[in-house]
């Protein structure tokens, strides 16, 4: 699944994500592509928690390209949940413009 150029934003992402999980396809359906779509902290720290309960399992890769309200804290959050995940074996993870500095890097 890929939401390009779409202003999704933070509260969007939530309602999106929270009803792929309601209905079941998130199991089977994970969405891989957020490029430009206006998300930032609130919402990665979504599906950050999303990720962490294995909400979407079959997740192999990740873009949240051009998003660069996301910073540190999102990206740290991200990493947190990919490390207590026990399903998700992220196989790409793409990072570019997500605002990010070395905080994160050195974690």
């Not at 939530?14 to 969405?31: I, Q, T, V």
């Not at 540190?72 to 992220?90: H, N, P, R």
């Amino acid at each position: 699944m890929r939401l390009l150029n779409c202003t999704l934003g933070d509260g969007d992402i939530r309602d999106f994500a929270n009803a792929l999980e309601e209905s079941g396809c998130a199991k089977r359906l994970a969405p891989k592509t957020f490029v430009s779509c206006g998300v930032s902290v609130e919402g990665v720290s979504v599906l950050a928690d999303l990720i962490g309960r294995d909400v979407f399992p079959a997740l192999k890769t990740l873009f949240v390209e051009r998003n660069p309200n996301i910073s540190d804290v999102g990206i740290l959050a991200l990493a947190e949940a990919l490390k207590k995940s026990t399903q998700t074996c992220l196989e790409l993870l793409s990072l570019y413009d997500v605002g990010w500095g070395t905080k994160a890097l050195s974690r």
